[in-house]
Nanobody, 126 residues
Framework: VQLQASGGGLVQAGGSLRLSCAVS????????AGWFRQAPGKEREFVAT????????YYADSVKGQFTISRDNAKNTVYLQINSLKPEDTAVYYC????????????????????WGQGTLVTVSS
């Protein structure tokens, strides 16, 4: 399984971005997916996760109401919509995936991830 993240860039505070993660190699609908981020000088942290059908999602408290995770299994792609960007959202954003035997399987931490994308940098200017 290979993951390719894209969509990052430089944006002003208050702006929006949509990150994409294209997944190839296996049946995408058999995998739960998620997004993590790593800010400069900090450890990687969980952001959001989505079940294999897209029917279940879960967010870190710090991004609830601001981030939206979604997926299109027909396009083998996971998305992360980020609104009202703040300078503290500056980080490298990574997508990840894990095999899921049911729709109740999510990914709440990086240890649960089996496959990782290369990361896409989001920089928010004040």
């Amino acid at each position: 399984v290979q993951l390719q993240a894209s969509g990052g860039g430089l944006v002003q505070a208050g702006g929006s971005l949509r990150l994409s993660c294209a997944v190839s190699g296996r049946t995408f609908s058999s995998y739960a997916a998620g997004w993590f981020r790593q800010a400069p000088g900090k450890e990687r942290e969980f952001v959001a996760t989505i079940s294999r059908s897209g029917g279940m999602t879960y967010y870190a408290d710090s991004v609830k109401g601001q981030f939206t995770i979604s997926r299109d299994n027909a396009k083998n792609t996971v998305y992360l919509q980020i609104n009202s960007l703040k300078p503290e959202d500056t980080a490298v954003y990574y997508c990840a995936a894990r095999p899921a035997i049911s729709d109740y399987v999510l990914m709440y931490n990086s240890e649960a991830a089996r496959y990782w994308g290369q990361g896409t940098l989001v920089t928010v200017s004040s």
